[in-house]
Structure formats: C-alpha cells, structure tokens
C-alpha cells in the first residue's frame, strides 16, 4: 500500500485507506489511524476474514458511512490483508467532503 493520505479522488471515485479489524465485537467506523503507511480509516467488522466476508462487510460498512451503493465499494488492494485500499464510485467532490469530516472528528 503506498504511503499517503486517507483518501484521494479518482477519476469518476474515491481512493480511501482502511485499515480492517475482524472478528470484532460490533460493526463500527473507529476512525482515523497513523500506519507506517500513512493515514487510514479504522474499521471494525464482525465478519471473520473468511472468503471474503470481512472485505464485504468492511465495504458494506463504508458505503453506509458515504451514502453510495454497496456495489459501489470495491476493494482494489489489499483483498487479504487488513490494510486495504477502497475504490468508491461516485461523485469526487461528495465523497471527499464527506470523507473529510472522518478527519475533522
């Protein structure tokens, strides 16, 4: 995962950092976090890292957060690993404001 900030437009999207915690007690966005990477979103999840259903639930959980589609989350790096990079489809603009109050918090 390259160094850098939690989020950053793309194109027609969103490129966001996450950084997933499984297996957790509750579905929840904890928030911002300092990796050796750089910035990214602390997410926790109840789904075990099992085919797939931590990176589901994770992009179900961000979509939520953003108010886009689920199918308009997809994991772009990181498919098993905690740290991973999101692609959301959407409008830059809208998604970075919305993106930045994690930030403000």
């Known amino acids: 995962m390259p160094q850098g900030p939690l989020f950053s437009a793309d194109g027609d999207g969103l490129v ?5 915690a499984p297996k ?3 579905n929840a ?9 750089g910035q990214a979103l602390k997410v ?7 085919k797939g259903k ?9 979509a939520k957060a953003l108010h886009v589609p689920k199918s308009a ?13 999101l692609r959301i489809s959407g409008d830059p603009a809208r998604l970075s404001a919305l993106a ?3 930030i403000d918090q």
């Open 24 to 26: 957790a007690s509750r």
């Open 100 to 102: 930045q109050k994690w």
């Open 16 to 20: 966001l950092a996450v950084k997933a």
């Open 54 to 62: 931590a990176n589901a639930a994770v992009a179900a959980l961000v």
């Open 73 to 85: 989350v997809s994991v772009i790096s990181g498919a098993t690993d905690r740290r991973k990079l």
């Open 44 to 50: 926790a999840v109840t789904a075990a890292p099992d």
């Open 29 to 37: 966005i904890i928030g911002i976090m300092a990796t050796p990477d």
